[in-house]
C-alpha cells in the first residue's frame, strides 16, 4: 500500500470514528430529553444514567 493509500485509509478511519462520536451523543441527548421529559429523575440521576455533566443536562433542558 502505498503512503497516498495509507493517508486516505487512515481518514476514512477517522472519519467513521467521528461519525461514530457524533450518533452516540445525538443517542445520549435523546435519552436525556426523554428522562427530562418524564419529570422523573433529578439532574443527577440522568447525569449517572448517561454518563455527561450535569452542566451539559440543564443545557439540553434549556433548550426544549
Avoid at 435523546?30 to 421529559?37: A, D, T, Y
Avoid at 418524564?38 to 426544549?64: R, W
Amino acid at each position: 500500500m502505498s503512503i497516498y493509500e495509507e493517508l486516505i485509509q487512515e481518514g476514512i478511519e477517522k472519519g467513521i470514528e467521528k461519525g461514530i462520536e457524533k450518533g452516540i451523543e445525538k443517542g445520549k441527548i435523546e435519552v436525556i430529553r426523554r428522562l427530562l421529559h418524564t419529570g422523573k429523575f433529578s439532574l443527577s440521576d440522568i447525569s449517572a444514567y448517561t454518563d455527561v455533566s450535569e452542566a451539559f443536562i440543564k443545557e439540553i433542558a434549556e433548550q426544549k
